[in-house]
């Protein structure tokens, strides 16, 4: 499996030839991706919602674990400003 992190497609690739048997998207960025063949599942980690797991044979979603964002605001040292 190949993965595109900023349009979300997930490639299926055949063998040692690398020739695209399957594509398909998650509608969002992808940063980091696991699969487990055994289980059937794929994770990976969507930047704007989270971990999300999905089913390899039918794609479906079965849970997203969602990140708390928090907010900070950035400050310049006052270094920088002194003349």
Known sequence: ???GLDDGQIHTVQGTDGVIVKTGGVG?????????SRKGLLCFDDPSQGAALYRLDDEHRVITFSVKM????????ASLFRK
């Open 28 to 36: 969002g960025k992808i940063g980091n991706a696991i699969v487990n």
């Open 1 to 3: 499996m190949v993965f």
């Open 70 to 77: 928090a907010k900070s605001r950035l400050e310049a040292p």
